[in-house]
């Protein structure tokens, strides 16, 4: 008899997931509290790391990436305080990211759920939720309940998966509250596609305004029309949430009065679908308790800053397949196996979200004018690079300071 496993989420974790189980051998049945696929979503970036798991996932020649061809002098720029565009080191001028939506890499996994041509599609239930988990020897007895009808039902699986996100129910309902594994940023994040680009930039373009405890981005794609990130720190989480969120950004974004916070802003007014939270990472000791695995954020959200979750997510569910394939008959083996070879790359990843945030948004005026120098060096030297590789000719040796 095949081996079933309930997987709590439709998000890139989830589906991870499911491929995975399903390329070992067991039936995955995914269930999604959404009463339809989640196919929003912005700028992501996907890391060596992810793409390789999207190799092992299969579903690799099926990711659209949709990183600008580099030009001379590069394609981001920071506005100094004067409004003025500089040059600064881009995420992409460094070897590694690619840059996708969020929904390039949906799109590819639910492919391979419902397309896959070799096996069996995998069932997936809109509207349905866990509402309680009761683990015994044999099996984990789960009751879920379907929004549309109401009704609820028990059924009886060998392992539950939990991609059920940064506030996850399962870990709610397995493991205890939010607040023993949420941790607190003093941040907010706000993404959302625009439909132009900031007046005078190229589409390809990426631009950021990098201030003290509060910045914002528009990231530029080769075939799609831009996302923004304004992202900023707070010690008040709570008050972010009270009120017309439009009138609360403008009041933190006061004072900036750049054409690209103006252009940003003025488009919220009418974006029609928002990305608006507080940031923490996850921080647990264990993922998984018997038979229930926690994974992707979940489990260990990075932030956004770490620029690595839907990769960690890829990782996670590709290596969770290979766990219990290469130990079929002992799940605790395949979690331990699981999560010992995952645990140093995610607490690595952990580890460098602080430093990376400084990139995103500056903690102080003396962090943003550090983040400047350092940008600056490196963008001269890779830049510097970057022309030589293009004309051919090897870079020469850098000396002196950013300018
Ligand atoms: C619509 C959307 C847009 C996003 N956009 C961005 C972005 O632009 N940039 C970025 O860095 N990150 C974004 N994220 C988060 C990013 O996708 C994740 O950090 C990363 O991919 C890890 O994903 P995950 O599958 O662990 O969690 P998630 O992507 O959060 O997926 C969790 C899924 O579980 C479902 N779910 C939650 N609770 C239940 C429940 N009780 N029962 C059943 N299902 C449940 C959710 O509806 C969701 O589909 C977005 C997430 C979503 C859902």
């Known amino acids: ?60 020649d099926h990711l659209h990436t949709r990183n600008p061809a580099w030009k001379k002098g590069g394609n981001t720029w920071a506005l100094d305080r004067r409004g003025n565009p500089k040059p600064e080191l881009g995420f992409l001028d460094q070897p590694g990211p690619a840059a996708v939506l969020r929904g390039d890499i949906e799109a590819a996994l639910w492919r391979s759920i419902t397309h896959d041509g070799v096996a069996d599609p995998v069932e997936v239930r809109f509207a349905t939720t866990p509402i309680e988990i ?77 201030r003290a405890k509060r910045a914002a981005w528009v990231f530029g794609f080769a075939d799609h029309a831009p996302t923004t990130l304004l992202t900023y720190r707070t010690d008040d989480i709570q008050k972010q949430f009270s009120g017309s969120r439009i009138e609360q950004l403008r009041s933190v974004y006061s004072g900036m009065d750049d054409p690209v916070v103006r252009h940003v802003l003025d488009s919220l007014e009418d974006a029609p679908d928002v990305l608006f939270d507080s940031v923490h990472q996850v921080q647990m000791s264990r993922w998984s308790s018997g038979r229930v695995v926690l994974l992707g954020d979940a489990a260990w959200c990075l932030t956004t800053y770490s620029g690595m979750g839907a990769s960690a997510s890829l990782c996670g569910g590709a290596a969770l397949g290979k766990a219990v394939q290469e130990h079929p008959e002992d ?34 005026k003396a962090a943003a004018a550090l983040r400047a120098f350092i940008l600056g060096v490196a963008r001269r030297i890779i830049h510097r690079r970057l022309v030589a590789e293009s004309s051919g000719h090897p870079a020469p040796a850098v000396s002196g300071t950013a300018r």
């Open 134 to 210: 009761v683990q015994s020897a044999d099996g984990v007895q789960v009751l879920l309940e379907s929004a549309g009808s109401g009704a609820q039902y028990r059924e009886t699986f060998d392992l539950v998966v939990g991609a059920d996100g940064l506030r996850s129910t399962v870990r709610r309902m397995v493991f205890g509250p939010d607040e023993d594994y949420l941790t607190d940023w003093n941040a907010m994040v706000c993404a959302f596609q625009l439909k132009e680009h900031v007046p005078s930039f190229a589409p390809t373009d990426t631009v950021v305004v990098p």
């Open 331 to 364: 799940l605790d083996d395949a979690l331990n196996a699981w999560e010992t070879g995952l645990r140093p790359f995610i607490t690595e990843q952990q580890r460098t979200a602080k430093i990376k945030q400084q990139r995103f948004v500056p903690s102080s």
């Open 1 to 60: 008899m095949q081996k079933r496993a309930l997987v709590v989420g439709l998000g890139i974790a989830g589906m991870s997931a499911a491929i995975g189980l399903r390329r070992a051998g067991w039936t995955p049945v995914i269930i999604e509290r959404a009463a339809e696929r989640r196919t929003g979503g912005y700028f992501i970036f996907l890391f060596p790391e992810g793409r390789q798991a999207a190799a092992d996932l299969g579903i690799a």
